[in-house]
């Protein structure tokens, strides 16, 4: 690593600590508990990685859903880095992930029963 990397990640570093220290909302906790719910419970994988467009799954994925960029592990950083101002823009990403679930597995599905 060069030395500016190194004073970036410093500074990063610094700002991590102090943002990391303040307690979570209430409202983030009860987010966090139901993203652990569904990402213990779903066992596919096209809702857990980043979108990957060049696959035949993600393609195939795509042309069923509505909204094919909402994915767990957006979600989950969305959570980490604190970008959710309010629980219902989680819910309805939450919201969003099982619609498109649905339109992709159908009714049948564990997830949908």
């Known amino acids: ?38 990402d213990n419970n779903t066992h596919s994988v096209i809702f857990m990685l980043p979108d990957d467009p060049c696959t035949e799954d993600y393609q195939d994925y795509a042309l069923k859903v509505e909204n094919p ?6 979600i989950k950083q969305k959570l980490q880095y604190r970008y959710y101002t309010s629980l219902q823009e989680f819910v309805n990403e939450m ?12 009714e049948n599905s564990k997830m949908y029963t």
């Not at 700002?15 to 979570?24: G, P, S």
């Not at 919201?95 to 159908?106: E, I, P, Q, R, S």
Request: net charge positive; charged share 25%; hydrophobic share 45%.
């Open 69 to 74: 960029t909402i994915n767990l592990e957006t």
């Open 1 to 38: 690593m060069d030395p500016i990397d190194i004073k970036i990640l410093t500074l990063k570093q610094k700002i991590d600590q102090v943002y990391y220290k303040q307690t979570l909302p209430r409202w983030m906790t009860i987010a966090w508990d139901g993203f652990r719910i569904v």
């Open 95 to 106: 919201m969003t992930l099982f619609d498109n679930w649905v339109a992709y597995k159908g």
